[in-house]
């Protein structure tokens, strides 16, 4: 059983359209963070959140960590072909050395 | 430049037989670490580095063994390879574990 659960492990959508994909646990997390992988190559951090409720943008991006920082959502906004990729969410538990990672979303924005 | 490359990129290697692959940074970063990644489990951590000498066992360590003798390199070593260590494998540097990390392009070994 992972620790972070992804969901949905797989989406499927049109360019334009909008999706939210969800990173949930039972456990606390002093901090989590997003990454975007492509084939081949090895996971690109896009941003880390630290304070429960905070919401950062990236361009269409939007990211949200849970009040209880516990859970994390990742919303994109008119989707792109470039957006396509494996979607990682990692949490840092008390030692921010021990970061947990969840088995991903995979991505893929039909042109 | 990459700040991070790992070495080789893929490697097949026999049942039984020792391999140690290669971890190199330019970033000066204190923290180095060696992930794998297997389908339906996303990335596990084997063991990392909080500075030259100093190291510590991640959640699959069992099997593996690591060095870190300067800054800049970090080995990991598979003592006597088996099938279930047929993986990728990604190293990743951090100046702080809760500011990120930047991760190498990873090693792809598969043990026949």
Not at chain 1, 5 to 27: D, K
Not at chain 1, 71 to 89: E, F, V
């Amino acid at each position: 059983t992972q620790l972070l659960e992804q969901s949905p492990q797989f989406l499927s959508i049109q360019e334009g359209e909008n999706l939210t994909v969800y990173c949930n646990s039972s456990s606390v997390f002093s901090s989590l963070q997003w990454y975007r992988q492509e084939p081949g190559e090895g996971p690109v951090l896009l941003v880390t959140v630290v304070t429960g409720g905070e919401v950062k943008k990236l361009k269409r991006l939007t990211f949200q960590f849970g009040d209880a920082r516990k859970d994390s959502s990742l919303h994109i906004t008119a989707a792109q072909p470039g957006d396509t990729g494996l979607y990682l969410c990692a949490g840092a538990l008390t030692n921010n050395n021990d970061m947990r990672f969840g088995a991903g979303t995979r991505l893929t924005v039909k042109p | 430049d990459a700040g991070i490359t790992q070495s080789p990129r893929h490697k097949v290697t026999e049942t039984g037989t020792p391999v140690t692959l290669r971890c190199h940074q330019t970033e000066n970063h204190r923290y180095m670490y060696w992930y794998r990644q297997d389908p339906g489990h996303g990335l596990r951590l084997i063991h990392y580095s909080y500075g030259v000498k100093d190291t510590d066992k991640g959640e699959v360590s069992d099997g593996y063994s690591v060095s870190r003798s300067k800054t800049e390199d970090f080995l990991l070593t598979l003592e006597s390879a088996t099938s279930s260590q047929t993986s990728v494998y990604f190293c990743a540097i951090s100046v702080a574990g809760n500011y990120g990390y930047t991760f190498g392009s990873g090693t792809r070994l598969t043990v026949v």
